[in-house]
């Protein structure tokens, strides 16, 4: 019995023609700011970092940097996962979610897709599939480029398990919030409301991160955000709590993808 097909190659590749210059830009950022932060860690320099968070607290707590971390894993699992593999994967996911499906619609090429014999469905799923992919090269660069120089500079000292681990749990997150700006495109027509309301919700949930490691005070925002979902610090621990939080925002993820899809299947497009 011959499988459905669900994936159209032939809009896949098309995307990838379509946004190859924009992948190519994040990886490159995301390799500078990988190689360059484990390129950074030195136990001496852990000691002058502490005592420039003491001296800043407001600053370095926003952007989750208090803890310099003794080990390798622990410097890159504050300075790099903390903030930066969150930001810039996110800014993205935050384009490409736009370009995906809004977009089309909005400069009227919807119309040319859905004249072709390809159902619905199978456009919409390429187009998820596409924003996974993405993702998924995003965060492999990082873990490439990360335990590349690791090994080079630092031979045996990156806990390769735990580090695995912990883009996982990195991949999580970012599936999340590719679902949430998926979802935003697939369900708004316009541009603009594809971004204010995905896009602007992905900047609010980030801020709210932020305002909630400043200080005591307002630390109950981190309920507000699924950000706090994904605990770098606790996975490297072992904290078995740390893999069920993430484990929900792959779940959540793709409940909004698949909502996404079914919208996408049963809207009606301007003509």
């Known amino acids: ?45 852990g000691e002058s970092l502490s005592i420039m968070a003491e001296s800043m607290p407001e ?47 909005d400069k009227g090429s ?34 490439l480029i990360s335990i590349g120089v690791g090994e080079i500079a630092f031979p045996g000292d990156l806990d390769i398990k735990k580090f695995l681990l912990l883009n996982v749990g990195l991949y999580g997150l970012l599936f999340f919030m590719g679902g949430m700006c998926f979802l935003s495109s697939c369900t708004f027509n316009d541009s603009k409301y594809s971004y204010g309301v995905g896009g602007g919700l992905a900047v609010v949930f980030i801020l709210i991160q932020m305002l909630s490691q400043v200080g005591d005070k ?17 996975i490297i621990a072992g904290d078995s709590s740390a893999i069920v939080c993430f484990a929900v925002l792959y779940i959540i993820g793709l409940i909004m993808y698949l909502v996404g899809i079914r919208i996408f299947v049963k809207k009606d497009f301007p003509v």
């Open 110 to 143: 919807m119309a040319y897709l859905l004249a072709t014999p390809n159902k619905r469905k199978n456009i919409v799923t390429t187009q998820a599939v596409f924003m996974a992919f993405t993702i998924l090269v995003l965060v492999g660069i990082a873990v």
């Open 218 to 234: 307002l630390e109950k925002l981190k309920y507000l955000t699924p950000l706090t979902l994904f605990q770098p610090d606790k």
């Open 1 to 45: 019995m011959e499988v459905k097909r669900v994936i159209n190659n032939t809009l896949f590749k098309r995307e990838l023609k379509s946004n190859y210059k924009i992948m190519l830009i994040f990886m490159a950022l995301i390799s500078m700011y990988s190689s360059v932060i484990v390129l950074m860690f030195d136990p001496k320099l």
């Open 59 to 105: 600053i370095f707590a926003a952007f989750g940097m208090m803890n310099a971390g003794a080990t390798l894993i622990e410097f890159v699992a504050n300075y790099l996962y903390g903030f930066i593999l969150i930001v810039v994967p996110t800014i993205c996911i935050i384009i490409l979610g736009n370009k995906l499906i809004a977009r089309y619609v």
